[in-house]
């Protein structure tokens, strides 16, 4: 009970007081006021001493005056302690908010979503083929859902997701297969859409080489609801896709906002971002700001708690002097009592 338990916030649940069922401070986590090592906080531990019986809860001896294993935190333990806590916090914060991302899907301009493809046609090594899909530019990767078959009146169809190295080559699959016939069958093909790893959302790192979804969050204005695609709010920027004016507008560094207000009405037009390189300047130097700022708030936080917490030792300390200087008087009083008493 002696060490520095600095291991306290490596778990996702903080020490609780059993009594007030507070979370420890810092000066809480080796504070053991009874012999049997039952903790509790400062505050409780007054309380029971000075409006209750003055007894543990656990064993129920009396409480003595001071704790019976004290060692308060360094100052370098409490920095350890603050940047332990911030780290926490930022991990909640984070998987807090990715939590918002399970129903969120974002429109990929690399992917390409095929359907009404034949058995044949529905294999990885096929669909690469030079003579087949391949013939439009290099595939990173194949996936093909076998959960979802369509039944027809030649067979089942398939769908497959075809994700290529280049937005062009997806952009000139997706011009010239839809809406064509391949071995019998109108094939559609469309911008594919993506969601995130569920681990991703979690905020636990994911280990499979093969993931398909998404491990970083992706570009806002390609994000919609299920709802949005439902309501079809994402067809604009799809055919912002096909028509090329999305690779225009990062070629010349134009918000591609603008691009899509100049070929729509303004009360239909998709807010988008703007190219990769000014949005992400954009966002990081704000994102850096409110760090610092997040930061230096939580920073004066901390510094407020610590002050909090010396006065708090101070004013106890200051009535444990009060208290005894009394028990004295009293018992002089009691002396002196008792004399007189022998004297009569």
Not at 45 to 67: L, S
Not at 154 to 160: I, L, V
Not at 293 to 300: I, K, N, P
């Amino acid at each position: 009970m002696s060490g520095f338990r600095s291991d306290i916030l490596a778990n996702d649940d903080s020490p609780e007081c059993p009594l007030c069922v507070e979370p420890l401070e810092i000066d809480d986590i080796n504070f053991f006021p009874c012999e049997c090592g039952y903790q509790v906080c400062h505050f409780c531990w007054h309380r029971i001493r000075t409006d209750e019986n003055g007894r543990c809860p656990a064993c129920r001896k009396m409480y003595t005056e001071n704790p019976a294993s004290y060692r308060p935190a360094t100052d370098e333990q409490v920095q350890e302690w603050k940047a332990m806590k911030r780290q926490k916090e930022k991990r909640s914060k984070s998987s807090d908010s990715r939590k918002q991302l399970v129903d969120v899907r974002v429109l990929q301009k690399n992917l390409v979503f095929l359907t009404g493809l034949t058995g044949r046609l529905a294999e990885p090594d096929v669909i690469r083929r030079p003579d087949h899909f391949g013939q439009y530019g290099k595939i990173v990767k194949v996936a093909i859902n076998s959960q979802n078959t369509y039944s027809g009146q030649n067979g089942p169809s398939f769908c497959a997701y075809v994700t290529y190295q280049r937005y062009e080559d997806a952009r000139r699959c997706v011009l010239e297969v839809n809406n064509t016939f391949l071995e019998g069958r109108l094939v559609k093909a469309q911008f594919g859409t993506n969601k995130y790893c569920s681990l991703f959302i979690k905020n636990i790192p994911c280990n499979k080489p093969d993931c398909m979804y998404l491990h970083e969050i992706g570009d806002e204005s390609a994000s919609f609801s299920k709802q949005d695609m439902q309501l079809g709010k994402h067809a604009q920027l799809e055919s912002l896709f096909l028509s090329g004016e999305i690779d225009k507008a990062h070629s010349n560094s134009i918000p591609i906002s603008t691009a899509v207000s100049s070929n729509s009405h303004p009360s239909t037009a998709v807010p988008v971002a703007r190219s990769p390189h000014s949005a992400a300047t954009a966002v990081s130097s704000t994102t850096q700001q409110h760090v610092q700022l997040r930061e230096q708030h939580e920073e004066q936080l901390l510094q407020q708690q610590v002050e909090q917490q010396q006065k708090a030792r101070l004013q106890l300390q200051q009535q444990q002097q009060v208290q005894q200087q009394q028990q004295v008087q009293n018992q002089k009083q009691q002396e002196q009592q008792e004399q007189q008493q022998q004297q009569q």
